[in-house]
Nanobody, 122 residues
Framework: QVQLVESGGGLVQAGGSLRLSCAAS????????MGWYRQAPGKQRELVAT???????NYADSMKGRFTISRDNAKNTVYLQMNSLKPEDTAVYYC????????????????WGQGTQVSVSS
């Protein structure tokens, strides 16, 4: 049993900033990769950013230089700092975590948050 709880979404004007948080809890032995995806209405879910357990990051091209992903392993939490927001960033943002549970310490499973709405006005 693993749950991911997201927070930090909201409404912001273009050029503004938001910081999203996603905390994992439950029967966690270890968390490997973590990251963020987003999905706008009528569109397919797309990658935003990922971060490995050791801190190596990867960003979608449209987010490079504006978004920063980070994590706090002691808190089982991943963050997404979003700066210079644009109206096209409006979407539901979903976090995920690749988790090795206490019951399955070799196998890794992906868990997803419920999503948090980010709306950017022009």
């Amino acid at each position: 049993q693993v749950q991911l709880v997201e927070s930090g979404g909201g409404l912001v004007q273009a050029g503004g900033s938001l910081r999203l948080s996603c905390a994992a809890s439950g029967s966690i032995f270890n968390i490997n990769d973590m990251g963020w995806y987003r999905q706008a209405p009528g569109k397919q879910r797309e990658l935003v950013a990922t971060i490995t357990g050791s801190g190596r990051t990867n960003y979608a091209d449209s987010m490079k230089g504006r978004f920063t992903i980070s994590r706090d392993n002691a808190k089982n939490t991943v963050y997404l700092q979003m700066n210079s927001l644009k109206p096209e960033d409006t979407a539901v943002y979903y976090c995920y975590a690749a988790v090795v549970t206490t019951a399955s310490y070799f196998d890794e499973y992906d868990y997803w948050g419920q999503g948090t709405q980010v709306s950017v006005s022009s």
